[in-house]
């Protein structure tokens, strides 16, 4: 059910407009831009007059004398060239408030037109430990997840792990150069993996040879060479361990762990379509697909290298059509850093010219990078890329200051404060990330993002905390929510507030853009703070407005409990804090 107040606006305003044989494209309001003056705006009338060529003061004025016909509006006025103010009747808010509460929805509606969509997020290289370089994808890739389910899309994650191109051979190249041989290396746990990552990588910068034989046993090892083969599974299941540890405490989940080893048969395939239908050439040994230059010019596709290995961009050609053909996926959509930009755009336009993929939507959705205090990328204090772990870690022991020691409070011994500490960390940590738009970096700002004030993840944790133990309070002592009823200014801003949630998840949906639901989040909680101080619940003037404000404070708490959810944030039901903190 959707229950957003501008609905109801709308849909009298359309009639308006075909009564007065306007353009009911332009029959719409948003919130007000001063919520002093009205509750709503429709500016409609200034796109009318450059159509109509009237003044627009006039237009508007025509359309708010009938609007004073509607039932639900306190007043009407039209401002400056020919905006069109509303102020809706304070039943009319109650009213919408009081459905919200009793929807299992709160009032959200869903897409029209539910389809399949593939998020493709995470990304790790296997071989490597995971660094604060990952966190973004993961993050933001999961609250998508989370929004694109709700708002009811059929939606399949997927992690597509790096796992098989020329950095395994690098890898495999390294041990053997080290080792004389392969044999130890099914004792190798991921530190001394991505050891010898970063050892190979050192050399192969320096070293003809040693980059000529990586790329060797790369091939070898896609042709299907045993010994190589089992080499390279112990190194993907050792990383996959570590790499869904890491994921695990962030909370980021994926329905499918497919890798680039998974598309290496589909790979072949695509090869052959590119040949049979003369879109791919060979050029100097390797074999290519040639993309349009008419913007810009574009490196070709290199599908088949000219040592006989697969090309690093045919294998998400290929991913593209196994989620087409097999998980029926109708969009698809990347998430990764901008150097990325370049290689999509080329697997995108290979994808048209092969046919792979008709009738998809295909998308790349940028962020920026995590920084630290100087604008660059967050690194450790020795100025090596800091990894997951010890960000988490680090996290994890800021929180643990501004919480009791185990046992200091009753019921909350070692176990509950170590869980507290992990959601109170993994919520400052996501939150301070998805404030922030995708498309812009961020400074990671270890002293204040774990505050219980400000916007932060812990300070939305915490209004929800205190309305839980109001609400558990007023259950002891036999209070019951009832009908809302709006009194004070604070009560019918907060009604207001509330009311904008629909809008808020589909524009976040739409957009792809979950600081959508982070920036009404916060608005929310500090709506509510405002109406906490100004309106008592426990001990307000009468029984019917103590129960109202119960039940506001409960639809409240329920939807900054769902708005964290789409975020990927846990809500304890407890807040605690150290003495003194």
């Known amino acids: 059910m959707n229950l957003l107040l501008e609905n109801k606006i709308n849909t009298e305003l359309c009639k308006i407009f075909n009564k007065l044989k306007l353009d009911d494209r332009f029959a719409f309001v948003k919130v007000s831009d001063r919520p002093d003056l009205s509750d709503f705006q429709c500016n409609g009338a200034l796109a009318l007059a450059k159509i109509t060529h009237k003044n627009p003061r006039e237009i508007g004025t025509m359309i708010a004398e009938e609007l004073q016909k509607c039932t639900f509006c306190e007043s009407i006025s039209v401002d400056g060239p020919g905006f069109i103010n509303l102020k809706l009747k304070d039943d009319v808010i109650a009213q919408n408030a009081d459905a919200m509460a009793d929807d299992e929805r709160l009032g959200c509606g869903m897409v029209e037109d539910p389809h399949k969509v593939v998020l493709d997020y995470g990304g790790p290289n296997v071989a490597k430990t995971m660094h604060v370089g990952h966190l973004r994808s993961g993050v933001i890739g999961e609250s998508v997840s989370r929004i694109e389910r709700f708002v009811g ?20 190249s390294e041990i053997i150069m080290q080792d004389g041989s392969l044999d130890k290396v099914y004792d190798y746990d991921i530190a001394q993996i991505t050891e010898f990552y970063k050892q190979a990588n050192i050399r192969c910068k320096d070293d003809e040879n040693a980059r000529e034989n ?19 599974e112990h190194l993907r299941n050792e990383s996959l361990k570590a790499i869904k540890a890491n994921y695990e405490q962030l909370d980021v989940n994926f329905d499918l762990w497919w890798g680039e080893s998974d598309a290496h ?90 046919g792979i993929a008709p009738n998809v939507k295909l998308q790349h959705i940028v962020f920026g990078t995590v920084n630290g205090a100087d604008g660059k990328p967050f690194k450790t204090r020795d100025g090596g890329v800091m990894d997951l772990e010890t960000l988490i870690a680090m996290s994890k022991e800021k929180v643990s200051q501004s919480l009791p020691k185990p046992n200091e409070v009753e019921g909350y011994g070692t176990a509950e404060i170590e869980k507290l500490t992990q959601q109170i960390a993994i919520a400052a940590i996501k939150f301070q990330d998805l404030k922030n738009t995708i498309a812009s970096g961020y400074v990671f700002e270890l002293d204040d993002f774990a505050k219980f004030e400000g916007k932060t993840g812990p300070y939305i944790q915490y209004a929800v905390a205190r309305i839980n133990s109001v609400l558990r309070k007023a259950a002891a002592s036999g209070l019951q929510t009832g009908n809302i009823v709006l009194q004070a200014p604070e009560e019918r801003s907060l009604a207001l507030k509330l009311a904008q949630v629909h809008n808020v998840v589909m524009r976040a949906h739409t957009d792809k853009e979950p600081s959508i639901i982070a920036e009404y989040t916060y608005n929310l909680a500090q709506t509510f703070s405002t109406f906490y101080n100004a309106c008592p619940m426990m001990n307000a003037n009468n029984q019917e407005l103590v129960s109202s404000r119960l039940k506001l404070a409960k639809l409240t708490r329920d939807i900054l409990k769902l708005m964290l959810y789409l975020l990927g944030i846990e809500a304890p039901e407890v807040m605690l804090k150290a003495e003194n903190k």
Not at 153 to 172: Q, R, Y
Not at 298 to 323: E, N
Not at 336 to 344: A, G, I, P, V
Not at 347 to 354: I, N, T
């Open 265 to 354: 048969q589909v790979c072949g395939e695509v090869v052959r379509i590119a040949r049979e239908n003369d879109i791919s050439e060979v050029d100097n040994g390797a074999t290519i697909i040639r993309l349009e230059e008419s913007n810009k010019p574009k490196p070709p596709v290199i599908i088949v290298k000219s040592d006989g290995a697969f090309g690093y961009q045919l294998t998400d050609i290929a991913t593209i059509k196994m989620r087409v053909e097999d998980l029926h996926a109708q969009e698809i959509v990347y998430f990764t850093d901008s150097r990325q930009t370049l290689h999509f755009e080329q697997v995108f336009e290979a994808v048209q010219k092969l």
């Open 214 to 232: 990586a790329r060797q046993i790369t091939a070898k090892l896609q042709e299907g060479n045993t010994q190589y083969r089992r080499a390279w």
């Open 153 to 172: 899309n059929d939606v399949i994650s997927d992690v597509h792990l790096g796992d098989w191109g020329t950095p395994m051979g690098m890898i495999i």
